[in-house]
Structure formats: C-alpha cells, structure tokens
C-alpha cells in the first residue's frame, strides 16, 4: 500500500518562502505522474502543480505560476513544492497525490485526472 507523508508546512511572513516534501513510501515502482493541491477553509481543492514522471513536464495554476516550483527526486521517492513570494492567499492545507499502478499514460494531462492516493496534508499558513 502506497504511502504519502507531506512535511515543510508552517506559519510565515507574506514574502516569505516555504519547501513542502511528500515522502513516498510502499511502491517498488515509480509514480506515473505527482501533483499538489490546496485547500483554504470554504473552498474548493486547487491543484496548484503536477509533474510527469515519465519526462518531467510540468503543470502550475495560474494562481502560483512563477512563485513555486514542483521537482522530484527518484532516488529518495519524494516530490517537493518551493514557495516563493508566499500571499495571504496561499493559505491552506497542502496535500500531495500520487498516480501508482500499471497503467500508462503518455503525457501529464492524462495523468492528472488519475490520482489514487492522497497524503494527509500539511498547513501553510501566510500572514501579511
């Protein structure tokens, strides 16, 4: 059973930088693709970035574009998400989603609609 445990979460200055791991765990295989989302309080979860496992293409919502950075590094089997110049409005739970399974899939955006596992998230709280 594939595991998720994201970490880097906390409170900070608007301004400020943040770097969010997701550890995985349980899998002899690699991920197909890795995404973060976000959930404020009264709204709707946001995909914020993604990466593609098979070439490392990437995708970012407009919302963070040019503020954070999705990578991954195989050989500790994490994803991570820097933050940079981080809004009130990047306040939120962050969670991390996985695709594992035999399954191919020939590009991100075919990915990304297929998440099966979900971590328990991580608070990141900005204040201005």
């Known amino acids: 059973q594939v595991q998720l445990v994201e970490s880097g979460g906390a409170s900070v200055q608007a301004g400020g930088s943040l770097r969010l791991s997701c550890a995985a765990s349980?899998?002899?295989?690699?991920?197909?693709?890795m995404g973060w989302f976000r959930q404020a309080p009264g709204k709707v979860r946001e995909e914020v970035a993604a990466?593609?496992?098979?070439?490392?293409?990437?995708f970012y919502a407009d919302s963070v574009k040019d503020r954070f950075t999705i990578s991954q590094d195989n050989a500790k089997n994490t994803v991570y998400l820097q933050m940079n110049s981080l809004k009130p409005e990047d306040t939120a739970m962050y969670y991390c989603?996985?695709?594992?399974?035999?399954?191919?899939?020939?590009?991100?955006?075919?990915?990304?609609?297929?998440?099966?596992?979900w971590g328990q998230g991580t608070q990141v709280t900005v204040s201005s």
């Open positions: 989603a996985a695709r594992y399974g035999p399954t191919w899939f020939s590009a991100l955006d075919t990915c990304r609609p297929r998440y099966n596992y």
């Open positions: 990466i593609y496992s098979g070439g490392g293409s990437t």
């Open positions: 349980g899998s002899p295989f690699r991920s197909k693709c």
